[in-house]
């Protein structure tokens, strides 16, 4: 594959930047379009960075003008489920009109190859686990349903349009660059991991535990936590077939394997050398028991497994950059 000029939309955020890097290490020409609201300019380590937001479609067709595009890969979205439930209709805004927008400009300069960053919430409370792609798509938040509505979007626009695209719905995802150049941060933060680090450093006195009671061995809610930099490789490795020839297409990316939000703070003492305490707290809206992937789907089209996602080397290079971000030393 010789195309190289690769629009990444929402590059400056936790995933986005991450897989910015891996395109940069593996020779591509990355253009960055993020509005800042939720990433982070320090975060874009190389490529054209442009303060744009989606939701100009005059500002997204001058970035198609103005570049030759080969492929998006499209990050930017509100991606809170608890957000979500309480902000219904910004969510439908960002994730399905911004989308809209962003399709219109694709059409209109030729680019019709599309890698879209979905999400396991499309599935809901999940009837069996490890959850197929097969699964019946029932979102029980405003988030997932936005995921699965542009993914029907991005159906009709194949049939109409010719539009190619994978759609690539992964579970938890964790961890942070090895070399912690890059890492997780929001603002403000509601993930797990981050969030069990800012107390190991101090930050914060506990750690809130939302819902001891799910049917799951211990209570807490269980999630494939897939490593930030398995989740880069899989959107330029789905990148890569489909612009080779490979037929549109939804895969899961994940591990297989479940862990809970009491075996993550176990891990994270381990890991951390240090004390979580945790506290009890109600469920949140929005939240199912168990979300655990089957990626056999994406392992028998691309061979693609997960290298980098064990608990404790998602923990170890979460915990190299957590500690970079809130300048504590060992």
Not at 12 to 37: C, F, M, Q, W
Not at 45 to 70: C, K, M, T, W, Y
Not at 95 to 102: A, E, P, S, Y
Request: proline share 5%; with cysteine; net charge negative.
């Amino acid at each position: 594959m010789t195309s190289k000029n690769i629009l990444v939309t929402g590059g400056a955020g936790y995933i986005g930047s991450h897989t910015v890097k891996e395109l940069l290490r593996r020779g591509y020409e990355p253009i960055i379009i993020d509005n800042l609201s939720t990433g982070y300019r320090k975060l874009v380590v190389g490529g054209e960075f442009i303060q744009a937001d989606l939701r100009n479609p005059d500002a997204v067709r001058q970035i198609f003008s103005g570049h030759r595009i080969n492929a998006v890969i499209h990050f930017a979205a509100s991606c809170y489920v608890g957000e979500s439930v309480e902000k219904p209709m910004m969510y439908y805004e960002n994730n399905v009109l911004c989308g809209m927008n962003l399709l219109a400009a694709m059409l209109a300069h030729d680019v019709r190859c599309i890698i879209f960053s979905s999400s396991a919430a499309v599935y809901g409370n999940p009837i069996h686990v490890p959850i197929r792609e097969e699964h019946p798509q029932n979102p029980i938040n405003p988030y997932g349903q936005t995921k699965s509505l542009f993914e029907d979007i991005l159906r009709s626009h194949e049939r109409l349009y010719g539009m190619q695209f994978v759609s690539l719905r992964y579970f938890n995802a964790a961890g942070c660059d090895p070399e912690a150049e890059i890492g997780e941060t929001h603002e403000p933060e509601t993930h797990l991991i981050p969030l069990a680090l800012d107390v190991a450093v101090g930050r914060t006195p506990n750690l809130r535990v939302f819902g001891t009671d799910y049917d799951t061995p211990d209570g807490t809610c269980i999630r494939d936590f897939i490593h930030v930099c398995d989740l880069a490789d899989a959107h330029i490795r789905t990148l890569e077939y489909l612009m080779d020839g490979g037929a549109s297409a939804v895969f899961n990316v994940g591990t297989g394997t479940g862990h809970s939000v009491r075996e993550i703070i176990r891990a994270a003492e381990r890991v951390t050398g240090r004390s979580i305490p945790a506290v009890n707290a109600p469920r949140r809206p929005g939240d199912p028991p168990s979300l655990v992937a089957s990626a056999e789907k994406l392992k028998g089209a691309i061979g693609w497994t997960a290298q980098h996602s064990a608990l404790d080397e998602i923990l170890s290079t979460a915990w190299n950059w957590h500690k970079k971000l809130r300048g504590c030393a060992d």
